[in-house]
């Protein structure tokens, strides 16, 4: 497969010392995880729970994961500086033994990962490569039988969106569904849904947007000659714009889900 490669100076403005990569909070990965256990005869203090972490980035879920569970943490990213942050914070919180970076593709998941029991996903899984369907049918694959998976993605809240919200996803993520066509599809698939919800919007403004407006700024000038990099400033600066007028109608869900 041929992989969409992002530009270099993409990582001039998304760098590894951001808080996080996209939009999430503590809260919500805590929340996400107290959802997967639930009627699980495997508990969080388990030793040889499985735990893969897909598009983990600088690992802000990552220490979550490795804080509230026992588990053993394969976190696979594509982008080495990130997990190079992602390990500078594990040491830093005492847990860099449970976790083991991987830089890959996720498009490259297959039986030589191995099974896991517990698959997390936020904010990654249908990016450039993959479409959310691709990603949720290569994670199945991964997952033990009985295995819990969580996956966060951008998702339509309410039916009939604005004209100017709707071209905008035309744009960049003509995918995006709402919650019944999300539910449909993943039940189709072969998954249970054991709970959904969705992200609060300070996840999004002050965890995401927030650092970013800094790191935009930080950046501005030595962007302006070029045309590409002005062009992708402008391109984050009015997503964040979409945002702040149209949050009521669209964000991030987060669901939770077994492999029947
Ligand atoms: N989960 C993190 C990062 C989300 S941003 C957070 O919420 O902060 C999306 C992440 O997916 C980035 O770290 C990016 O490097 C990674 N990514 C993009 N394409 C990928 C691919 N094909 N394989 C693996 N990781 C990928």
């Not at 490669?5 to 107290?34: C, H, I, Q």
């Not at 449970?98 to 990016?127: H, N, P, Q, Y």
């Not at 009521?248 to 077994?258: A, H, I, P």
């Amino acid at each position: 497969m041929d992989e969409f490669k992002l530009p270099d100076f993409f990582f001039e403005v998304f760098t590894a010392s951001l808080p996080r990569l996209g939009p999430g909070d503590d809260d919500s990965t805590r929340k996400a995880l107290r959802m997967a256990f639930q009627g699980w005869e495997r508990s969080a203090d388990d030793k040889t729970l499985r735990i893969l972490d897909i598009g983990c980035g600088n690992g802000a879920q990552t220490m979550q994961l490795a804080l509230n569970t026992q588990g053993d943490i394969t976190a696979l990213d594509n982008h080495a500086p990130f997990l190079e942050e992602l390990r500078r914070r594990a040491g830093k919180a005492g847990v860099a033994a449970r976790i083991r970076t991987v830089c890959k593709s996720m498009c490259s998941l297959g039986e030589a990962d191995g099974l896991f029991d517990l698959i997390w996903s936020e904010g990654a899984l249908s990016l450039y490569n993959m479409s959310f369907e691709q990603g949720l049918a290569a994670c199945r694959e991964r997952l033990a039988p009985g295995g819990r998976m969580a996956v966060s993605d951008l998702a339509w809240f309410k039916a009939d969106p604005p004209q100017e919200c709707r071209e905008f996803f035309n744009n960049v993520y003509p995918g995006i569904s709402g919650l019944e066509e999300n539910l449909a599809r993943m039940r189709q698939m072969g998954y249970r849904v054991l709970g959904h919800f969705n992200l609060p919007e300070t996840a999004w403004r002050e965890n995401y947007f927030k650092p970013l407006a800094a790191q935009i700024d930080s950046v501005r000038e030595s962007f302006s000659a070029d045309p590409d990099r002005k062009a992708l400033l402008e391109s984050l600066e009015y997503e964040g714009e979409v945002y702040r007028k149209y949050s009521s109608w669209y964000g991030y869900t987060f669901f939770v889900l077994q492999r029947e």
